[in-house]
Protein backbone atom coordinates (compact mmCIF):
# COMPACT_ATOMS: atom_id res chain seq x y z
CA UNK A 1 0.00 0.00 0.00
CA UNK A 2 1.86 3.18 -1.04
CA UNK A 3 -0.94 5.21 -2.92
CA UNK A 4 -2.66 8.03 0.07
CA UNK A 5 -5.52 4.73 0.32
CA UNK A 6 -4.28 3.02 3.54
CA UNK A 7 -7.14 1.83 4.18
CA UNK A 8 -8.28 -1.93 4.54
CA UNK A 9 -11.32 -1.62 2.65
CA UNK A 10 -11.14 -4.03 -0.71
CA UNK A 11 -11.96 -2.81 -4.39
CA UNK A 12 -15.22 -4.72 -4.44
CA UNK A 13 -16.05 -2.93 -1.11
CA UNK A 14 -15.04 0.55 -2.22
CA UNK A 15 -17.31 0.37 -4.97
CA UNK A 16 -20.32 -1.00 -3.50
CA UNK A 17 -23.81 1.44 -3.12
CA UNK A 18 -21.36 3.66 -5.62
CA UNK A 19 -22.81 2.11 -8.86
CA UNK A 20 -26.14 0.48 -9.55
CA UNK A 21 -29.03 1.56 -7.68
CA UNK A 22 -29.29 -2.04 -6.51
CA UNK A 23 -33.12 -2.60 -7.07
CA UNK A 24 -32.92 -3.52 -11.03
CA UNK A 25 -34.08 -6.92 -10.15
CA UNK A 26 -37.38 -5.95 -9.01
CA UNK A 27 -38.20 -3.87 -11.79
CA UNK A 28 -37.20 -6.34 -14.32
CA UNK A 29 -39.25 -9.24 -12.07
CA UNK A 30 -42.66 -6.67 -12.30
CA UNK A 31 -42.42 -6.01 -15.86
CA UNK A 32 -42.20 -10.04 -16.41
CA UNK A 33 -45.03 -10.83 -14.05
CA UNK A 34 -47.22 -8.33 -15.44
CA UNK A 35 -46.28 -9.14 -18.88
CA UNK A 36 -47.63 -12.36 -18.20
CA UNK A 37 -50.89 -11.27 -17.04
CA UNK A 38 -51.03 -8.67 -19.96
CA UNK A 39 -50.55 -12.01 -22.22
CA UNK A 40 -54.01 -13.39 -21.26
CA UNK A 41 -55.65 -9.61 -20.24
CA UNK A 42 -55.26 -7.58 -23.80
CA UNK A 43 -55.66 -9.93 -25.98
CA UNK A 44 -58.91 -11.07 -23.78
CA UNK A 45 -59.82 -7.96 -23.92
CA UNK A 46 -59.15 -6.80 -27.86
CA UNK A 47 -61.44 -9.86 -29.15
CA UNK A 48 -64.10 -9.83 -26.88
CA UNK A 49 -64.89 -6.12 -27.15
CA UNK A 50 -64.79 -5.61 -30.76
CA UNK A 51 -67.11 -8.91 -30.97
CA UNK A 52 -69.67 -7.73 -27.75
CA UNK A 53 -69.32 -4.17 -28.83
CA UNK A 54 -68.14 -3.62 -32.55
CA UNK A 55 -69.26 -0.39 -33.24
CA UNK A 56 -70.13 3.09 -32.00
CA UNK A 57 -73.18 2.31 -29.89
CA UNK A 58 -73.04 3.52 -26.54
CA UNK A 59 -75.84 1.11 -24.99
CA UNK A 60 -73.65 -1.51 -26.68
CA UNK A 61 -70.43 -0.50 -24.25
CA UNK A 62 -72.40 0.00 -21.42
CA UNK A 63 -74.07 -3.24 -21.92
CA UNK A 64 -70.45 -4.60 -22.37
CA UNK A 65 -68.78 -2.65 -19.05
CA UNK A 66 -71.91 -3.69 -16.63
CA UNK A 67 -71.37 -7.63 -17.48
CA UNK A 68 -69.32 -8.16 -14.08
CA UNK A 69 -67.25 -10.71 -15.54
CA UNK A 70 -66.07 -7.45 -18.47
CA UNK A 71 -65.77 -5.27 -15.47
CA UNK A 72 -63.27 -6.93 -13.30
CA UNK A 73 -61.43 -7.77 -16.39
CA UNK A 74 -61.32 -4.22 -17.86
CA UNK A 75 -60.10 -3.12 -14.20
CA UNK A 76 -57.81 -5.69 -13.84
CA UNK A 77 -56.41 -4.76 -17.30
CA UNK A 78 -56.38 -0.72 -16.46
CA UNK A 79 -54.15 -1.79 -13.62
CA UNK A 80 -51.88 -4.39 -14.72
CA UNK A 81 -51.16 -2.67 -18.28
CA UNK A 82 -50.56 0.85 -16.55
CA UNK A 83 -48.36 -0.45 -14.38
CA UNK A 84 -46.70 -2.52 -17.06
CA UNK A 85 -46.56 1.04 -19.71
CA UNK A 86 -44.93 2.73 -16.39
CA UNK A 87 -42.31 0.59 -16.13
CA UNK A 88 -41.69 0.34 -19.64
CA UNK A 89 -41.38 4.11 -19.98
CA UNK A 90 -39.26 4.65 -17.41
CA UNK A 91 -36.51 2.40 -19.41
CA UNK A 92 -37.14 3.94 -22.11
CA UNK A 93 -36.72 7.73 -20.31
CA UNK A 94 -33.26 6.64 -18.83
CA UNK A 95 -32.00 4.68 -21.99
CA UNK A 96 -32.55 8.58 -23.77
CA UNK A 97 -32.71 10.92 -21.20
CA UNK A 98 -29.54 12.27 -19.87
CA UNK A 99 -29.91 15.73 -18.56
CA UNK A 100 -31.13 15.12 -14.65
CA UNK A 101 -33.65 17.69 -14.13
CA UNK A 102 -35.79 16.66 -17.62
CA UNK A 103 -35.34 13.05 -16.76
CA UNK A 104 -36.79 13.36 -13.14
CA UNK A 105 -39.35 15.25 -14.72
CA UNK A 106 -40.32 12.70 -17.35
CA UNK A 107 -40.53 9.90 -14.66
CA UNK A 108 -42.48 12.26 -12.32
CA UNK A 109 -44.95 12.62 -15.70
CA UNK A 110 -45.13 9.60 -16.18
CA UNK A 111 -45.58 7.92 -12.69
CA UNK A 112 -48.13 10.75 -11.49
CA UNK A 113 -50.07 10.84 -15.54
CA UNK A 114 -50.67 6.84 -15.49
CA UNK A 115 -51.85 7.16 -11.58
CA UNK A 116 -54.19 9.71 -12.45
CA UNK A 117 -55.38 8.29 -15.67
CA UNK A 118 -55.49 4.64 -14.36
CA UNK A 119 -57.33 5.90 -10.93
CA UNK A 120 -59.66 7.61 -13.57
CA UNK A 121 -60.62 4.27 -15.64
CA UNK A 122 -61.50 2.46 -12.73
CA UNK A 123 -63.47 4.96 -11.16
CA UNK A 124 -65.40 4.83 -14.60
CA UNK A 125 -66.24 1.40 -14.73
CA UNK A 126 -67.20 1.48 -11.03
CA UNK A 127 -69.29 4.76 -12.16
CA UNK A 128 -71.06 2.93 -14.77
CA UNK A 129 -71.54 -0.10 -12.92
CA UNK A 130 -73.43 1.48 -9.83
CA UNK A 131 -74.64 4.79 -11.13
CA UNK A 132 -74.05 8.20 -10.55
CA UNK B 1 -1.56 4.10 -49.54
CA UNK B 2 -1.74 7.19 -47.46
CA UNK B 3 -0.58 5.29 -44.46
CA UNK B 4 -3.15 4.18 -40.84
CA UNK B 5 -6.22 6.49 -40.75
CA UNK B 6 -6.37 9.30 -38.71
CA UNK B 7 -8.12 8.56 -35.36
CA UNK B 8 -11.26 10.44 -36.53
CA UNK B 9 -11.55 8.56 -39.77
CA UNK B 10 -11.78 5.46 -38.03
CA UNK B 11 -14.56 3.18 -39.36
CA UNK B 12 -17.34 3.35 -37.16
CA UNK B 13 -18.76 0.09 -35.60
CA UNK B 14 -22.06 -1.59 -35.84
CA UNK B 15 -22.98 1.98 -37.78
CA UNK B 16 -26.83 2.28 -38.88
CA UNK B 17 -26.25 3.26 -42.79
CA UNK B 18 -23.64 -0.04 -43.09
CA UNK B 19 -25.33 -2.12 -41.30
CA UNK B 20 -27.14 -5.05 -42.53
CA UNK B 21 -30.58 -5.51 -41.33
CA UNK B 22 -31.70 -8.27 -39.51
CA UNK B 23 -35.14 -9.34 -38.38
CA UNK B 24 -33.68 -10.08 -34.69
CA UNK B 25 -32.81 -6.10 -35.07
CA UNK B 26 -36.47 -4.68 -36.45
CA UNK B 27 -38.03 -6.86 -33.69
CA UNK B 28 -35.72 -5.38 -31.03
CA UNK B 29 -36.56 -1.53 -32.57
CA UNK B 30 -40.31 -2.87 -32.84
CA UNK B 31 -40.89 -4.11 -29.63
CA UNK B 32 -40.03 -0.43 -27.85
CA UNK B 33 -41.45 1.20 -31.03
CA UNK B 34 -44.88 -0.27 -30.24
CA UNK B 35 -44.97 -0.27 -26.60
CA UNK B 36 -44.30 3.64 -27.04
CA UNK B 37 -47.68 3.48 -29.77
CA UNK B 38 -49.43 1.34 -27.18
CA UNK B 39 -48.81 4.13 -24.49
CA UNK B 40 -50.75 6.18 -26.09
CA UNK B 41 -53.48 3.99 -27.39
CA UNK B 42 -53.71 3.03 -23.33
CA UNK B 43 -54.42 6.86 -23.05
CA UNK B 44 -57.44 6.79 -25.42
CA UNK B 45 -58.49 3.18 -23.84
CA UNK B 46 -58.36 4.95 -20.53
CA UNK B 47 -60.45 8.68 -22.15
CA UNK B 48 -63.04 5.97 -23.35
CA UNK B 49 -63.66 4.46 -20.12
CA UNK B 50 -63.99 8.01 -18.53
CA UNK B 51 -66.27 8.87 -21.53
CA UNK B 52 -68.82 6.00 -21.33
CA UNK B 53 -68.94 6.55 -17.34
CA UNK B 54 -69.57 10.66 -18.61
CA UNK B 55 -72.45 10.03 -20.61
CA UNK B 56 -73.51 9.90 -24.48
CA UNK B 57 -72.48 13.40 -24.66
CA UNK B 58 -68.68 12.76 -24.06
CA UNK B 59 -68.94 9.04 -25.36
CA UNK B 60 -70.27 9.67 -29.04
CA UNK B 61 -67.95 12.01 -30.38
CA UNK B 62 -65.16 10.02 -28.66
CA UNK B 63 -66.46 7.20 -31.14
CA UNK B 64 -67.71 9.64 -34.25
CA UNK B 65 -63.58 10.54 -34.00
CA UNK B 66 -62.82 6.45 -33.77
CA UNK B 67 -64.92 5.80 -36.33
CA UNK B 68 -63.52 7.86 -39.05
CA UNK B 69 -61.37 6.74 -41.30
CA UNK B 70 -58.33 8.63 -39.52
CA UNK B 71 -59.58 6.76 -36.42
CA UNK B 72 -60.08 3.41 -38.09
CA UNK B 73 -56.59 3.01 -39.30
CA UNK B 74 -55.10 4.02 -35.81
CA UNK B 75 -57.36 1.19 -34.46
CA UNK B 76 -56.01 -1.08 -36.96
CA UNK B 77 -52.08 -0.34 -36.03
CA UNK B 78 -53.14 -0.30 -32.47
CA UNK B 79 -54.41 -3.97 -33.26
CA UNK B 80 -51.26 -4.43 -35.41
CA UNK B 81 -49.23 -2.89 -32.08
CA UNK B 82 -50.65 -5.19 -29.40
CA UNK B 83 -50.36 -8.50 -31.72
CA UNK B 84 -46.59 -7.28 -31.93
CA UNK B 85 -45.55 -6.65 -28.63
CA UNK B 86 -47.42 -9.52 -27.64
CA UNK B 87 -45.56 -12.35 -29.84
CA UNK B 88 -42.35 -10.45 -29.44
CA UNK B 89 -43.24 -10.14 -25.39
CA UNK B 90 -43.66 -14.05 -25.04
CA UNK B 91 -40.50 -14.65 -27.23
CA UNK B 92 -38.71 -12.28 -24.68
CA UNK B 93 -40.22 -14.28 -22.02
CA UNK B 94 -38.56 -17.41 -24.09
CA UNK B 95 -35.45 -15.88 -24.13
CA UNK B 96 -35.50 -15.29 -20.13
CA UNK B 97 -35.20 -19.26 -19.70
CA UNK B 98 -32.23 -19.63 -21.78
CA UNK B 99 -34.19 -21.15 -24.68
CA UNK B 100 -34.09 -19.93 -28.49
CA UNK B 101 -31.19 -17.62 -28.22
CA UNK B 102 -29.17 -19.04 -31.48
CA UNK B 103 -29.52 -17.12 -34.23
CA UNK B 104 -31.43 -19.27 -36.19
CA UNK B 105 -34.33 -19.97 -33.58
CA UNK B 106 -33.97 -16.25 -32.95
CA UNK B 107 -33.98 -15.24 -36.52
CA UNK B 108 -37.39 -17.49 -36.92
CA UNK B 109 -39.15 -16.10 -34.17
CA UNK B 110 -38.47 -12.65 -35.11
CA UNK B 111 -40.12 -13.29 -38.21
CA UNK B 112 -43.26 -14.56 -36.72
CA UNK B 113 -43.79 -11.88 -34.83
CA UNK B 114 -43.65 -9.68 -37.62
CA UNK B 115 -45.88 -11.51 -39.64
CA UNK B 116 -48.38 -12.30 -36.47
CA UNK B 117 -48.85 -8.39 -36.38
CA UNK B 118 -49.23 -8.64 -40.25
CA UNK B 119 -52.08 -11.15 -39.19
CA UNK B 120 -53.71 -10.48 -36.56
CA UNK B 121 -56.07 -7.26 -37.70
CA UNK B 122 -56.29 -8.44 -40.81
CA UNK B 123 -58.09 -11.77 -39.25
CA UNK B 124 -59.81 -9.52 -36.28
CA UNK B 125 -61.62 -7.11 -39.92
CA UNK B 126 -62.99 -10.71 -41.30
CA UNK B 127 -63.83 -11.88 -38.68
CA UNK B 128 -65.89 -8.67 -37.26
CA UNK B 129 -66.99 -8.06 -41.56
CA UNK B 130 -67.65 -12.09 -41.94
CA UNK B 131 -68.04 -13.44 -38.95
CA UNK B 132 -71.82 -12.95 -37.81
CA UNK B 133 -72.75 -12.65 -34.93
Redesign the interface.
Known amino acids: MSGPDRSMRTALGRVRHHGAAGEGTGHFIAS?WS??A??IL??WF??NA??TI???S?AA??DF?TDPVNAVG?ILL?VV??YH?AL??QE?IVDYILKPFTKIALMLLNGFGLTI??A??V???L??NFG? | MAGAPSPQNRPIAPHVSIWRWHATMASSILHRLTGVGLYGAAIVFALWLMAAAAGPEFYDPLMALLMSPLGQIAMYLVVAAIAYHLANGIRHLVFDTGAGLNPSDADLTAWFAILFAIATPIGLWALLTFGGA
Do not use: N, T
Open positions: RAILVAPVVALGGPYAILVVSFMGMVLAGAFAVLVA
